[in-house]
C-alpha cells in the first residue's frame, strides 16, 4: 500500500490550502490517518488525526484552523488549511496508524510554504 499526498504550494499568510492523501488500495487494519509536519531543522510534529470511528485530535497550533477529514470510498484523506501561518511552512505527511503488529505508513510529504 502507497500513500501519495499532494496539495501542497505557496500561500500568503491567511490563505488557505487542502491537501489530500490517497491511499493505493484499501488499508487492511486501519486504525487512523493523520497529518503530521516537519519544518527545516525541527521535527516531525504531530498535526492532526482521525480515528475509523470518526474521532480527531488537534495539535494545539491548528486548532481552530486546520480541519480533518476522510472519503473512505476514494480511500482519500483530507487536511483543510485556514489561515495559514508563516510558521505551518513545513513538509506534510499523511500516516495511517494500523493495529496489532501491521507497520505504520507514511506517505512521501507535501511541501506547504506561508509567505508573510
Known sequence: VQLQASGGGLVQAGGSLRLSCVASETIIGIAAMGWYR???????????TITTGGVTNYGD???????????????????????????????YYCK????????DLWGQGTQVTVSS
Open 38 to 48: 516537519q519544518a527545516p531543522g525541527k521535527q516531525r510534529e504531530f498535526v492532526t
Open 61 to 91: 497550533s491548528v486548532k481552530g484552523r486546520f480541519t480533518i477529514s476522510r472519503d473512505t470510498a476514494k480511500n482519500t484523506l483530507y487536511l483543510q488549511m485556514n489561515s495559514l501561518k508563516p510558521e505551518d511552512t513545513a513538509v
Open 96 to 103: 495511517a496508524r494500523r493495529s496489532g503488529n501491521l507497520p
